[in-house]
């Protein structure tokens, strides 16, 4: 399957076209696929999901965790063992690398921690392209068709407030666009 953002968007698109159960019957073979991976590739996961059913298709189901447990079992939470906290810490610390490849595979982005818990989270560049397609969809669902093919006529320009100054999640996707 490819995962270009494109792609993504189109595949969204047909998805919305199938109606709302055609939608929660991919979100719940997603969710089903998600878990078992997670169960299989984290310590942490797999602990966390031992007395589940084998497939879980509804989120509820799942038991909650949050930043601040996520940070404290980092090295057992990630799915690839070659990823530990030292080494992503080690990545972050160094401004000049924000948008690069971690260990020529990854992308590092973390939150500002105002919750209390700064977050570091790991993921590919298909993650970007994902979040990547849920903005045309954004406008189409404000706009309706005929405003979103009108706004794309005059083209388009968006301003946002992030911040910067580190590796957090917006920094690092246009950082990453630019390349």
Same mark, same amino acid.
């Given at each position: 399957?490819?995962?270009?953002?494109?792609?993504?968007?189109?595949?969204?698109?047909?998805?919305?076209?199938?109606?709302?159960? &055609?939608?929660?019957?991919?979100?719940?073979?997603?969710?089903?696929?998600?878990? &078992? +991976?997670?169960?299989?590739?984290?310590?942490? +996961?797999?602990?966390?999901?031992?007395?589940?059913?084998?497939?879980?298709?509804?989120?509820? &189901?799942?038991?909650?965790?949050?930043?601040?447990?996520?940070?404290?079992?980092?090295?057992?939470?990630?799915?690839?063992?070659?990823?530990?906290?030292?080494?992503?810490?080690?990545?972050?610390?160094?401004?000049?690398?924000?948008?690069?490849?971690?260990?020529?595979?990854?992308?590092?982005?973390?939150?500002?921690?105002?919750?209390?818990?700064?977050?570091?989270?790991?993921?590919?560049?298909?993650?970007?392209?994902?979040?990547?397609?849920?903005?045309?969809?954004?406008?189409?669902?404000?706009?309706?068709?005929?405003?979103?093919?009108?706004?794309?006529?005059?083209?388009?320009?968006?301003?946002?407030?992030?911040?910067?100054?580190?590796?957090?999640?917006?920094?690092?996707?246009?950082?990453?666009?630019?390349?």
């Amino acid at each position: 399957m490819s995962e270009s953002t494109l792609w993504l968007l189109w595949d969204a698109f047909r998805a919305r076209r199938q109606g709302p159960a &055609a939608i929660a019957l991919r979100q719940r073979a997603r969710l089903a696929e998600m878990v &078992a +991976y997670a169960r299989a590739n984290s310590p942490y +996961y797999r602990e966390l999901y031992e007395g589940l059913p084998d497939r879980v298709e509804e989120h509820a &189901a799942l038991p909650v965790t949050n930043k601040k447990e996520l940070m404290a079992h980092f090295d057992g939470w990630v799915t690839d063992p070659e990823v530990t906290i030292e080494e992503v810490r080690a990545f972050i610390a160094n401004p000049d690398r924000i948008g690069e490849q971690f260990l020529g595979k990854y992308i590092v982005a973390t939150t500002t921690g105002t919750t209390g818990t700064p977050g570091v989270f790991v993921f590919e560049d298909r993650h970007l392209a994902a979040g990547s397609a849920t903005l045309p969809l954004t406008f189409w669902t404000w706009l309706g068709v005929r405003g979103f093919l009108k706004l794309l006529g005059r083209g388009v320009r968006i301003a946002g407030l992030f911040a910067t100054g580190g590796h957090f999640v917006a920094v690092v996707g246009s950082a990453r666009a630019r390349r």
